[in-house]
């Protein structure tokens, strides 16, 4: 749920109707009257994930039509033609791979600032190890390596080594850059994010664990620029837990007990934050058929029977060959959807890149993994690595 608040809290604007391609402007375009927002989330999730997936998809089949210069879906590719029927399948995959790595290349990854995270935020924290190292807790002072000159504090010391010492420390880049096409940052981002929800809801689905670890190091980071602190902070104790303080033996366990199967087979797995709310609302509805009468004892023994209620009450409708009652919901097709958004952002220029050109509620909109403030981040998580030193103990 706070994956679908940061991406609404980033892309939707309710009076961004002038907008083209904004998210706002599309849920106009196909009357979702449900989607309102960040706001909502709580109250109408499903409609607001499924908004969320449709515009994904048009997003998608859109750059894929600009990509191949085909004017709808039904009509024939202008640009990489290609005898499709006759290729074989190992031709079909490899092409089908390659039209998706140019669309990923020209309409999503725009911007290389993630690229780079990684490389500045090595170097940030040798530097901060080597000022670590020049402290003299007997004098509680710090003695530059070079002229061992003494400074109170880190902030003086870091002055002197840059002044004197010519030391380098990252900086933060400034992206008021005026030739930016707005537009395709603002789609490019909302891309990234939407395949990373997709990515991470299939991965959570599936039980992968691997892709449920590495996807938690980006909503990290997007949690922090939505100021969704509790989250970011779930986040950074999951992967503390896996990678430094877990045996290999536990941590491994860790990594692939995320989800759970409640119904069997393939594709049926949830997470288990979303096991725990389950079971926690049938428990509150066992518990107010008791009325006056529930008691610690009766509440125990009501949170410990409910699974195995579940197992005899699926055993019975299994032998006796009954069926299961309940209302299923059906299917909606929503493929005249896609098709409107997608003439709505190909109306309005939105896979094009034209230097220059802004929204009117967005103007300085910037790719999201751009605005992660490398000094900010690195000073978060020495914080919390020195609470998990004492905290852990």
Same mark, same amino acid.
């Given at each position: ?149 003494? !400074? ?26 005026k030739e930016l096409d707005r ?47 509790? !989250? ?46 389950i079971l926690v609302h049938r ?69 094009? !890149? ?40």
């Amino acid at each position: 749920m706070k994956k679908i608040q940061i991406i609404y809290q980033q892309f939707y604007k309710s009076t961004s109707n002038i907008d083209k391609g904004s998210l706002s402007q599309l849920r106009n375009v196909i009357h979702r009257v449900d989607v309102q927002g960040a706001d909502r989330v709580v109250d109408s999730y499903r409609a607001h994930f499924a908004f969320i997936s449709d515009c994904l998809d048009a997003f998608l089949v859109g750059a894929c039509l600009h990509h191949l210069d085909m004017e709808n879906i039904e009509s024939e590719p202008k640009r990489k033609q290609v005898l499709f029927a006759a290729l074989s399948s190992d031709e079909k995959r490899q092409y089908i791979e390659q039209i998706a790595s140019e669309i990923e290349r020209n309409y999503i990854n725009l911007e290389k600032d993630l690229c780079s995270l990684n490389p500045r935020s090595q170097e940030m924290y040798l530097k901060e190890q080597q000022i670590q190292d020049m402290f003299d807790a007997d004098e509680m002072k710090f003695f530059c390596l070079h002229c061992r000159r003494s !400074y109170k504090t880190r902030g003086n010391l870091k002055n002197h080594l840059k002044k004197e010492h010519e030391w380098q420390f990252p900086v933060e880049q400034n992206d008021d850059d005026k030739e930016l096409d707005r537009v395709a940052l603002y789609r490019a981002s909302f891309m990234k994010c939407a395949l990373l929800l997709r990515d991470t809801n299939d991965a959570y689905i599936l039980g992968d664990g691997n892709r449920i670890m590495d996807n938690s190091k980006f909503q990290m980071l997007l949690s922090g620029i939505s100021q969704h602190t509790k !989250y970011q902070l779930w986040l950074f104790r999951f992967l503390g837990n896996f990678h430094c303080l877990l045996s290999p033996r536990d941590a491994y366990e860790y990594k692939w007990n995320c989800t759970t199967n409640l119904k069997g087979g393939n594709g049926h797995n949830i997470p288990n934050d979303n096991l725990v709310e389950i079971l926690v609302h049938r428990l509150k509805a066992k518990l107010q058929t008791q009325g006056a009468n529930v008691t610690y004892a009766s509440a125990r023994k009501a949170a410990l029977t409910l699974q195995i209620q579940d197992e005899i009450r699926e055993n019975m409708i299994e032998q006796c060959e009954m069926k299961k009652t309940g209302t299923s919901r059906t299917s909606t097709s929503v493929t005249n959807d896609i098709i409107l958004m997608i003439n709505e952002l190909s109306a309005g220029g939105v896979f094009d !890149y034209v230097p220059g050109r802004r929204y009117e509620n967005f103007r300085t909109f910037n790719d999201l993994f751009s605005k992660v403030n490398l000094m900010s981040l690195h000073k978060w998580l020495t914080k919390q690595k020195e609470r998990l030193s004492y905290e852990t103990v």
